[in-house]
């Protein structure tokens, strides 16, 4: 029996694309694209999201490699998760699952950067509990961050819905026994919770 709705973060539950900041910096898009690659897409990022280097620690790998635009990579390192608009409805969703009397919690791929910008939006407080890859230093879809959650706010693998935009995690879920739902759009999600769970939005 699900009671323990699970989210990933980017582009669930906020409109994670840093391919705008980098536009919005370096105006030349040939520059941008290879800039964007070089951060948001690298090991180095990876390695952010394990926990396992500083934000200082990719900078200065990138101004090495990019010292043209030193400037704005530190520019777009301190302010790239400002431009993370939560994603209309899906705080509706979440009061509502909460309503009908399901646990939500947050297992995301993501740096410390977390605690900066989650605290003032609202969608963060309605959940009870968070797993952030950086502080397991495991990675989605790593088997052992599925089995760490549920060991860290002790729940049972078959009782947990994850919902994320990738289907390799949502397949990661699976095979560690969860249920799983790839996130396209809010209404398709509402419809399938209706028809999974007893809940109406």
């Known amino acids: 029996m699900i009671n323990n709705i699970v989210f990933d973060i980017g582009n669930v539950l906020v409109d994670y694309h840093p391919a705008r900041i980098v536009r919005s910096t370096i105006p030349d898009p040939v ?20 926990g396992l280097i500083t934000f200082e620690d990719h900078y200065q790998t990138l101004a090495a490699r990019f010292p043209k635009w030193a400037g704005e990579i530190a520019w777009i390192l301190d302010h790239w998760h400002e431009d993370m608009p939560p994603i209309p409805g899906m705080a509706d969703l979440v009061a509502g699952l909460k309503r009908a009397g399901y646990r939500t919690f947050v297992l995301s791929n993501t740096s410390l950067r977390f605690y900066t910008y989650a605290p003032p939006l609202p969608i963060f407080r309605l959940f009870d509990g968070v797993t952030l890859s950086a502080e397991v230093h495991l990675l989605k879809p790593q088997p052992e961050i599925y089995d760490r959650f549920c060991q860290d706010h002790g729940l049972a693998p078959g009782g947990c819905l994850f919902i994320d935009d990738m289907p390799e995690n949502v397949r990661g879920a699976r095979n560690a026994g969860w249920h799983g739902h790839r996130f396209r759009d809010v209404e398709t999600l509402q419809a399938q919770l209706e028809g999974l769970l007893d809940v109406v939005f």
């Open 31 to 50: 520059q941008a694209e290879v800039v964007y690659e070089a951060v948001f897409r690298s090991q180095g990022w990876k390695l952010l999201d394990r």
